[in-house]
């Protein structure tokens, strides 16, 4: 799913990556160690478009993305999360969960007022999605806790 190739992120005479191949494969779950320094955070940032390369690639589902901006690899289903989350802590695990997709018909002003039905379909497939997760990560039992409380 995940192919970065002979990546460099220099910063002036620092290399903070400096020549990472890695392969993530579809349904994975890959974890990245090493000491402190050792730029793990740079080549995540680079990989999620905050930072550039010096040089390298990144490829996703065969496609190179190399350089796209974190808006961008968003659409495209890549997402940079960092290790202290802020979930809203008074909604559940599920509510978090569908609070992820940008774009929802109910942030329009217009359509909270005349597209009630859109959102209701809408939210229902969030709801979907965000089960899908749950089950993914096997926390479904908490689907309902407040975030706040775990």
Do not use: Y
Not at 25 to 35: D, E, H, K, M, V
Not at 62 to 76: A, Q, V
Not at 95 to 116: D, H, K, T, Y
Request: hydrophobic share 40%; charged share 20%.
């Amino acid at each position: 799913m995940i192919r970065v190739e002979n990546l460099h992120r220099h910063f002036g005479g620092f290399h903070a990556v400096d020549g990472a191949s890695i392969e993530i494969a579809t349904g994975s779950i890959t974890g990245l160690i090493g000491p402190n320094g050792a730029g793990k955070s740079t080549l995540f940032n680079v990989i999620a478009g905050v930072l550039p390369p010096t040089s390298g690639r990144v490829m996703m589902n065969g496609e190179d993305i190399t350089g796209l901006k974190p808006h961008e690899l968003f659409h495209k289903g890549l997402l940079r999360t960092f290790q202290i989350a802020h979930e809203f802590s008074s909604m559940t695990v599920r509510e978090n969960l569908m609070m992820v997709p940008a774009g929802q018909s109910g942030e329009s002003l217009w359509s909270a007022c005349f597209r009630r039905g859109r959102i209701a379909e809408e939210e229902r497939a969030l709801a979907r999605k965000a089960d899908e997760v749950l089950d993914f990560l096997t926390i479904s039992h908490v689907a309902d806790e407040k975030a706040g409380n775990l």
